[in-house]
């Protein structure tokens, strides 16, 4: 039976963020995926936003040509283009980055269990006994990065997300489009209620998909509607479709209480997804990275009030803008209205807002900022 600081269930952006960093603190760290292989089943389509490209070490060979055309179709396909001054979005190589990154766990010394699930754990007298698939080990501390329908917070009895959209994509190699790399956003209740349909070409990748709230579509059939309705733009004839990727994604904002003495949530586990965009990576490296301060500060001090820093409740605050669009976001579900909330858009004051939710640095609040005062009173005791 292993021992370890920590044990981390899953090894998604959230996971393999935070173990690569506390792996570097001298921790002794244990990272566990049920996958065999983490290039396999892959849920993002991998879009970094400018401000997570400037603030973190995404290798450059792991991603792909920057991005600085948006294109927003009406239902009835009436394109409104924002351009930016700068270079907003790459498109992850995801398996390759997944593999950088656990190539950096193993350097720093972390241990790595791949085809192993989690599947409970006790607590005896401070030490947990966690139970996998492969025998058990014990920790000092679980994290849960095990995505959106997390059964460590389940066990952890910590919070739970409770609305999901989902999301569907192809992704293409030898796809033909005129013009730079960009991002086309499809707002259509019919095909993605709720969420928007979309295709990320960067040159050399194509991704096409469709999200939107499960109740309301047959995200399969959509995907195939959609890539039937957007030929005219983009040429598929000599295209490989070389993965599918799906996914939940919840929506419904970061959870209340997400941190424990025996565990804490990363990533979607957390509900650390943008409620209005559905973005969910730049969330994964801040809320990681805080989390591994946290952790081996606990750890080291033994005292619980450092966790008290590590609290949804204190991030969920700046959400509250984007849950209440998300909330209009759900309910426009006829396509006139939609299509009437398009031509609206145009309005100066309307399509300065639609460039701020395309181009703005506020998908994830910076949550060392928002800590601060906690992680203070948390040195001092
Ligand atoms: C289709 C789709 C497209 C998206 N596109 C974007 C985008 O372009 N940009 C963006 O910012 N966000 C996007 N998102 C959201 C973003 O991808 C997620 O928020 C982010 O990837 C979550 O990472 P994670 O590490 O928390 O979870 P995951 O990547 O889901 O990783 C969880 C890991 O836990 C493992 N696991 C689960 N249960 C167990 C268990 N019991 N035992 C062992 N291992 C387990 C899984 O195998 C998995 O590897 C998208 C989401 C979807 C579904």
């Known amino acids: 039976m292993g021992n370890y600081d920590v044990t981390i269930i899953g090894a998604g952006l959230a996971g393999l963020q935070c173990a690569r960093l506390l792996a570097r603190k001298g921790l002794r760290v244990l990272l566990v995926d049920r996958k065999n292989s983490l290039d396999q089943k892959i849920h993002t389509t991998g879009i970094f936003v400018r401000r997570t490209l400037l603030d973190f070490d995404i290798p450059d060979d792991c991603l792909g040509q920057p991005t600085k055309h948006v294109t927003l179709y009406s239902p009835a396909l009436r394109p409104m283009e924002f351009v930016s001054e700068h270079d907003e979005f790459r498109v992850g190589r995801m398996g390759q980055l997944y593999q950088r990154y656990l190539q950096q766990c193993l350097l720093a010394g972390a241990q790595w269990s791949p085809e192993t699930s989690y599947l409970g754990h006790v607590s005896t007298n401070g030490k947990l006994t966690v ?98 309705r957007v030929a005219h733009l983009i040429d598929l004839k000599d295209a490989k479709q070389i993965e599918r990727r799906a996914g939940y994604i919840p929506v419904g904002g970061v959870l209340r209480n997400i941190a424990n003495t025996n565990g804490l949530l990363l990533g979607d586990a957390a509900g650390a997804v943008s409620p209005l965009t ?99 009173t948390a040195g001092k005791n």
Request: proline content about 6%; some cysteine.
């Open 131 to 228: 139970r996998l698939s492969t025998g058990e080990v014990t920790t000092r501390y679980l994290i849960g990065a095990d995505g959106a329908r997390s059964r460590v917070a389940r066990d952890l009895k910590l919070d739970l997300n409770e609305e999901w959209i989902v999301g569907v994509e192809s992704v293409y190699e030898g796809a033909l489009m005129d013009g730079p790399p960009r991002l086309l956003c499809f707002l259509d209740p019919k095909l993605a209620p709720g969420y928007i349909a979309w295709i990320a070409h960067d040159g050399d990748e194509t991704h096409l998909g469709v999200g939107g709230y499960p109740s309301r579509f047959d995200p399969p059939a959509a995907l195939e509607t959609f890539r039937a």
């Open 278 to 376: 559905a973005g969910g990576l730049d969330p994964c490296m801040r809320l990681s990275s805080f989390a591994a301060q946290v952790v081996s500060e606990y750890l080291s001090s033994g005292n619980p009030q450092a966790l008290s820093a590590y609290s949804g409740e204190l991030f969920r605050a700046r959400f509250a803008s984007r849950l209440w669009a998300r909330r209009i976001a759900s309910a426009f579900d006829h396509r006139q209205l939609v299509e009437l909330g398009c031509a609206v858009l145009r309005f100066p004051l309307l399509s300065k807002i639609a460039r701020h939710v395309f181009f703005g640095r506020g998908s994830f609040p910076d949550v060392e900022e928002l800590s601060a005062p906690h992680l203070a």
